[in-house]
């Protein structure tokens, strides 16, 4: 059985819409409820900060402190974590604009926000998340390599480099009489990131297959096919160096070609997930808004088991909305794999009553104008 991971105390000063609030919890779920633009969201998005990236929503951290504020924000968080207790601070604390947050773990700065991985692994599933299947390939790339990031903490510091890599390219390009050396060398970097990167999604899409393929078919949550497609399609059997030199002899070959594009055109980056809906042996993106929203909390809650069963420890799950289009025995299903899975998670919805299926399981909040209050079902 994992350990398991959460949060006693979380306190905010001047994020999004709260001014301060101070919060103590128990190791049980936590359900918020209250009307639409309370601030509910809110909340998880600044659970969301106790992992690495910008949070749920993807946010600039400009946008983040609270309206008004000369300040920056700032997050602290007491948590029974995969190390231990920890006590976690993050945010800008007044920085400038445009820089980095800070973390500081037990009152000490940390060197790099992924230390946050090594305390606790935090998912997450959105409204937003709801034209997954249907939306722009990026938009399934960014998916797959936050699960892949709940599992190699280095992997998102390769896109990074990737990232940059390409663009220094992409300018070389442009210019006329580009040195062929200096163009060799970030062509070597490429293909070392990008192979590394596209073999840690291929490797994370297979432990999670193998997972869906084990886990018991009783039609609550439909069970999902995944691939990969758009770079080196049918490659994967050969070696790393094999595949390096592949995909650096292309980007040799294709400079005309890019530099005509004013863009890479090969990589990682164009890679695309592709998703079934196993049973019905569809594309996720044909099946009815119903199926697609069971098929990407099916593939949700898999991920969470992979994380609980390769860490040890249960990740902290932040479900947002995750009531609103499940009926009732959906909703207790879904209740009860969520428990099982031995974390705690953060649940919101407008109507506690959606809820009552988790009985004592769950800590009742009533979130109002940027103030939480205790209560639950059968509370006024």
């Known amino acids: 059985m994992p350990q398991k991971v959460s949060l006693s105390r979380l306190k905010l000063g001047d994020f999004r819409n709260y001014a301060a609030l101070s919060l103590d919890l128990d190791a049980r779920h936590v ?3 209250g009307e639409n633009g309370a601030g509910k969201t809110n909340l998880m998005e600044a659970v969301s900060f106790l992992s690495p990236g910008r949070g749920l929503r993807r946010a600039a951290y400009a946008d983040v402190p609270r309206v008004g504020t000369a300040a920056g924000f700032s997050i602290f968080a007491a948590i029974e974590g995969m190390q231990g207790d920890v006590e976690i601070g993050t945010g800008t604390f007044g920085t400038e604009e445009g820089q980095a947050r800070r973390l500081r773990l037990n009152g000490t700065n940390a060197k790099a926000i992924d230390e946050l991985l090594d305390h606790l692994r935090v998912l997450w599933l959105t409204p937003a998340m709801d034209g997954l299947f249907t939306g722009a390939s990026g938009d399934r790339r960014r998916f797959l390599d936050r699960l892949v990031l709940s599992l190699d903490p280095d992997h998102g510091r390769r896109a990074t480099d990737f990232e940059r890599a390409m663009r220094s ?7 006329p009489g580009a040195d062929p050396v200096w163009l060799t060398g ?7 990131l990008g192979i590394a990167m596209a073999l840690a999604r291929n490797e994370m899409l297979g432990l999670l297959a193998a997972l869906i393929d084990r886990s018991p078919d009783d039609g609550t949550f439909p069970k999902a096919d995944l691939a990969l497609s758009g770079f080196l399609d049918g490659e994967w ?4 160096f094999d ?11 294709g400079r005309w070609r890019d530099g005509a594009a004013g863009r890479t055109l090969e990589g990682p980056h164009r890679s695309d997930l592709l998703i079934r809906h196993r049973a019905k042996d569809i594309e996720a993106e044909r099946c009815s808004t119903g199926e697609q929203k069971a098929l990407l909390v099916g593939l949700v809650l898999a991920h969470a088991r992979l994380v609980a069963d390769l860490t040890g420890h249960a990740p902290v799950l932040l479900l947002d909305e995750i009531a609103a289009h499940l009926d009732a025995g959906r909703r207790a299903a879904l209740f009860d794999i969520v428990d099982d899975l031995g974390g705690q998670a953060f649940m919101t919805g407008t109507d506690r009553a959606m809820f009552s299926a988790l009985g ?4 009742f909040l009533t979130v109002a104008d ?3 209050f205790e209560g639950g079902p059968g509370h006024g």
Do not use: C, F
């Open 169 to 175: 390219r992409n300018k070389l390009l442009s210019e």
């Open 243 to 253: 595949l390096e030199e592949e995909y650096l002899e292309r980007l040799r070959t």
């Open 360 to 363: 004592d399981r769950a800590q």
């Open 370 to 372: 940027g103030q939480v």
């Open 237 to 240: 059997h050969r070696p790393a």
């Open 186 to 192: 970030l062509e070597r970097q490429l293909a070392e």
């Open 31 to 33: 359900v918020l409820t």
